[in-house]
């Protein structure tokens, strides 16, 4: 359905381990709404509820766990 | 009740592992709700929900944990 | 209060294990609501819930990251 | 404030692990609510909310883990 | 903006790691919330509720799993 | 889209790791929200609300989990 991606959990940096853990919280909605229009229109909603951003962020969180992992913790 | 779906966590990049988080999560709901065309309703329902893919997104984030871990994060 | 149900996390396939996982989770319910009648009850609503169904989901996922590690992931 | 009530993680089997998780989950609540009769009161509230039970059981997977990890997953 | 209360993970028992949990909880509002009056009012409802607090015992077993690995599960 | 503002996950103590997993749960919600005032408008609301307190507070858990990893808990 999406062609490559993901192909390397490594990153240089833990910032970039942390936008590739955005990138996994954002992809894995696209896989359950390929519509990126109607992912668009969401966006505008969710971006100005607190809880959603939140939860969002909760996401993020639960990824960057596994990359920071991925990445021996860029120790 | 289901037939074997589920042989192994290795697979042979992350976006599959990705991919297989996503079957995951979705399985899960297969158990409890095993009529396919009530799944179906449903997801008309929550895929334009963005607190209902935030969710979902979560729980991919979960499995994804799990079959990274299982594939020593593809190192 | 319940007998004997849990006496090794190890099972023989992944497959078997997802399923303990589920398992799992039904169990924690049936210690806070023992009424097999309200379980039965409840599931029927929950079931046609999306947002129920993802959390149910999401608590197998939990459960599972504990079921593969204690059986090393498969390997 | 309470008295000791958790001296160890260790279990003899995964089932007493099981319930070892679920006395964590409660008493994590009865630490904020130290009232018995609000807890016993609200009990009957959320035993028959399918998303409270749900919530309930999520709770307890994450404590099943630690429970679990400090039993070396009773292998 | 806060003084120091957080100088080691280590705790002598299980049950002083859980009740270090807890504060890792209250205090992690306690940054977002600076008001102890707010917190104060707001305690008085949460309490109360029957979904505030199991979410609340959701954060604890978080921060529990956090704890007891710190202290090598209290072996 | 933000400038360097995370190069390392090691701190020199765990109070320090903390405030760390804090701007991580911040941080994650900024590249979803990219308006400081939208931002600063949602705070008034969800920091009054008991609810979307705890679920900061639970984003902030899982980021410590990750930050208390990485500097091996302070050990």
């Known amino acids: ?3 490559d991606w993901l192909t390397s959990l490594k990153t240089d940096t833990p ?8 990138m996994l ?3 894995a909605v696209a896989y ?8 668009e229109r969401l966006r505008y909603i969710y971006a100005e509820n607190a ?3 939140i939860a969002t962020s909760h996401v993020v ?5 596994t990359v920071a992992a991925a990445n021996n913790y860029w120790k």
Chains 1, 2, 3, 4, 5, 6 share one sequence.
Request: charged letters at 15%.
């Open 32 to 39: 359950t709404q390929p519509s990126p229009e109607i992912r």
């Open 25 to 27: 919280a954002r992809n």
């Open 61 to 65: 969180a639960t990824h960057f766990q």
């Open 51 to 53: 809880d959603s951003l």
């Open 15 to 22: 910032q970039q381990g942390f936008e590739l853990a955005i």
């Open 1 to 3: 359905m999406m062609s």
